[in-house]
């Protein structure tokens, strides 16, 4: 009878280590499609800005999940600057719609980028992350 239990307890464990096998290599392995970007570099509508101004750009994308990322956005010129990480507000669908972020008053007048992080983790093993830009603009005192 003990045996029987044993062998019972035994399979279970298995099977269940089986299917957590599975499950965590799909995890792992499973090539996501959770956003695709249709106009990257983005064009940016002011092209020439002053500190404590708002440079927009047009985001043309698709978005394939109900998932919001963590979007953290940098001033690249050589240096790079963090910004902000809030998060996405990427809607499910294709859309094409027109973004903007505020320029720091005390940033130093350059030629600058925008690099755009989103990070999605749409299970808890796994970290997407789509990295895209801005074309170059200009900021002048």
Known sequence: ???????IISFISI????WLIILIGYW???NYKLIEYK?????VLNPIVKGGERLE??????KYTDESPRVTKYFVDGVILEVNTVDGIYEKGCH???MD?????????SNYAVKI?????PNPLREIKYVTKTINFTVVK
Do not use: E, G, W
């Open 1 to 7: 009878m003990i045996r029987r239990i044993l062998n």
């Open 15 to 18: 099977f269940t280590a089986f």
């Open 28 to 30: 792992k392995l499973h």
């Open 39 to 43: 106009n990257a570099p983005f064009p």
């Open 57 to 62: 750009y047009i985001v043309d994308y698709c």
């Open 96 to 98: 094409q719609t027109k």
């Open 101 to 109: 972020i505020y320029i720091p008053r005390s940033i130093a007048p």
């Open 117 to 121: 992080i989103a990070v999605f983790h």
